[in-house]
């Protein structure tokens, strides 16, 4: 296990394997991985392992990986799957908590929160003799607006479903039309373009693949509103990020709110964290106590089931029934 995750699903692991946590806060150095997955039979990972051509290798007698997450661009699925080893994640559990932080983002960015609260900490405030003034801190109204979903799976629909509640028309684009989506919700489907043209918030929620990694660069930023928002909580790669930065700093665009990086941590001296029209968080998406403890206990079902020689409720490789059945 690559970090320690929460009692409820780490106890019912315990009941059919013997676990050895690494200890630390930070990942696990590369090497410890390599040394240590030559031990195994089964291994708990986190978006930041990476789990490459490499380590899988050396893994002999390694058998499933229970991913403690959603995303699984850290390993590589095509390699595990040759090799007979199961692969699992922790899917739609997170969906709901992904959809909270990403409208606290919108309004975060939208309303000028997080530069408020520093106007008032560092003094700012006090230091203009001005308790309230007509044109201080103005931001964007939600109310009549259009919020526009790149990516309409289970987190982008949770996101749309709660635009209701600020007037905001939703439109989408995504790899598949859902037309029972826009027939119960009144989503509007329209092609890349016209989604960047029209939009006043855009929020990003598709995977990180070879067709979605920068598929947000100078021309789609300069496609879009000076007035707009951008929205990314799902992988930083999805978006140029020097694009971006030249985007906040010439006003191509009105500002950025994002959960993820292209590097995370994200560096303190990074061009990003200047900037005033930009809120950023430290990949905190899925941060709930009642999500990361159903994560917990997913990583912990899908385990115990590949135990039991059954197919595990969320393999990601089903391929690999072929190759190898489930079990030891």
Not at 11 to 32: A, G, R, T
Not at 124 to 152: D, N, V
Not at 209 to 216: A, F, P, Y
Request: glycine residues 6%; charged residues 30%.
């Amino acid at each position: 296990m690559t970090r320690k995750i929460p009692e409820k699903g780490l106890e019912k692991i315990s009941m059919y394997y013997d676990v050895e946590v690494w200890p630390e806060y930070v990942p696990p150095p590369k090497e410890i991985i390599l040394q240590k997955v030559k031990e195994v039979d089964a291994l708990i990972t986190l978006l930041t392992d990476p789990i490459d051509k490499e380590v899988l290798e050396k893994a002999n007698r390694l058998r499933i990986i229970s991913q403690y997450a959603v995303g699984i661009d850290n390993i590589d699925i095509e390699t595990a799957t040759r090799l007979g080893i199961y692969v699992t994640n922790t899917p739609g559990v997170l969906a709901n908590a992904v959809a909270d932080l990403t409208w606290a983002l919108i309004l975060s960015i939208t309303r000028r929160i997080v530069e408020a609260d520093k106007y008032v900490r560092t003094g700012s405030w006090e230091a203009s003799k001005t308790g309230w003034h007509p044109t201080m801190m103005l931001g964007m109204e939600l109310r009549g607006k259009k919020l526009g979903i790149i990516g309409l799976g289970k987190i982008g629909c949770e996101v749309a479903k709660k635009a209701k509640c600020f007037g905001m028309q939703v439109i989408y684009y995504s790899r598949q039309r859902k037309r029972d989506l826009e027939d119960k919700y009144g989503f509007k489907y329209v092609d890349f373009e016209t989604l960047l043209r029209e939009s006043d918030v855009i929020s990003i929620h598709v995977p990180l693949t070879k067709e979605t990694e920068l598929m947000i660069g100078e021309k789609e930023l300069k496609l879009m509103k000076r007035t707009a928002y951008l929205i990314n909580t799902s992988r930083g790669k999805v978006i140029d990020e020097n694009a971006l930065l030249r985007a906040l700093k010439e006003k191509w665009i009105a500002g950025a709110a994002l959960d993820v990086f292209w590097n995370e941590p994200l560096p303190r001296n990074h061009q990003l964290v200047n900037l005033d029209n930009v809120v950023l968080a430290p990949h905190i998406g899925s941060a709930t106590v009642e999500t990361r403890e159903r994560m917990a206990e997913m990583v912990a079902e899908n385990l115990i089931a590949f135990y039991k020689g059954e197919i595990p409720p969320n393999l990601v490789n089903k391929d690999v029934i072929k190759i190898r059945k489930p079990g030891f």
